[in-house]
């Protein structure tokens, strides 16, 4: 049952995610940082062990965020069963079975960390190594499952993640192989390299899995050119100081189906802007675009898919009780 299309709940969503994977890159480096004898970080033990305990109940937190809003918008249609079992959605499957794979050892993590005084640090020690598991899964969910993971800000924040945990395991490597007598300038040349090729893999690999579906199929074949669906969803309006942010969120059902979102930044009697977007589903095509006509229960506009290829939106709706819509939309390849 989705309770809301607030656009603060999909901004929730996508902020809370994001902020969840930088505190388990975080906790991560922190780990191999104070692993071993030498330690990066030159801090007494007991506060960096502190510290690491504190930024993963951090991750846990923020991650519960991230659940608790996708199960609540309206946008992305998650029920809890899609959002406990791995492949249960059409949503980027893939990708979205990485991130729930990635919560749940997280959460078989913590139950250890409770149970490290029963089970023994021998066995503690050894289901830890799982982090590795859970940050890796975590990474191939946000770049193949994020609908940010294209944008420039987005590529410099994983490919940096990616690369700090690489260097900080190959450096823990290099100085496990070589030898308290051994240890030269040539651990900075091995984790470098090695941060450079599983960064390049695991930023490049996933978003063309995830965003360009159709490098081998062309994005025009994964894409109807016409879309005529029935349209169901909700209009939510945010008052501001000085300006109004209106929102439509829903999904069109028929031939095609697509989940639909249209921003509107109201300032008095003008528009200040718009923004549109579609997801074709199952397939995870994204159109972007803007609004260039609103009126009372109609929009027009135009998005722009992946292949470069422009179409025409248009949606039409009546109220069907309280902020509730019911209409349809229509999409036309330009």
């Known amino acids: 049952m989705h309770l809301t299309s607030s656009p603060v709940d999909w901004y929730l969503i996508r902020a809370s995610g994001i902020v969840a994977y930088l505190l388990l890159t975080a906790g991560v480096a922190l780990g191999l940082g104070i692993a071993g004898r030498e330690r990066i970080l030159r801090w007494p033990r007991f506060a960096l062990t502190d510290v690491h305990r504190f930024v993963g109940l951090l991750v846990g937190l923020f991650v519960s965020i991230h659940l608790i809003t996708l199960a609540i918008d309206s946008f992305l249609p998650f029920s809890v069963g899609q959002i406990v079992v791995p492949f249960a959605t059409s949503y980027r499957p893939l990708w979205t079975a990485t991130g729930i794979v990635a919560a749940e050892l997280l959460l078989a993590l913590a139950i250890t960390n409770r149970l490290r005084h029963r089970i023994g640090y021998r066995v503690w020690r050894r289901a830890h190594y799982l982090n590795f598991a859970v940050w890796a899964a975590a990474t191939a969910h946000g770049i193949g ?133 579609l997801e074709f589903l199952p397939s995870g095509s994204m159109c972007t675009g803007s609004v260039t006509n609103v009126a009372d229960y109609s929009f027009d506009g135009t998005c722009t898919l992946a292949d470069g290829s422009a179409c025409d939106v248009h949606a039409e709706w009546s109220a069907a009780g309280g902020s509730s819509l019911r209409g349809t939309i229509s999409a036309y390849r330009a």
């Open 145 to 277: 499952a994020g609908t940010d993971s294209s944008a420039s800000w987005n590529v410099i924040l994983y490919t940096a993640s990616v690369a700090l945990v690489a260097g900080l395991l190959a450096r823990r490597v290099a100085r496990a192989r070589l030898g308290d007598g051994h240890r030269t300038g040539r651990e900075f040349l091995v984790g470098a390299g090695f941060a450079a090729l599983v960064g390049g893999l695991l930023v490049t690999v996933p978003l063309g899995a995830g965003h360009s579906a159709a490098a081998t199929q062309s994005p025009r074949a994964r894409v109807p050119e016409a879309v005529n669906d029935t349209l169901t969803g909700q209009v939510v309006n945010q008052d501001g100081v000085s300006e109004q942010l209106v929102s439509l969120t829903g999904r069109g059902s028929g031939a095609s189906a697509m989940l639909v979102r249209v921003d509107l930044l109201v300032s008095g009697p003008r528009l200040d802007s718009t923004s549109l977007q």
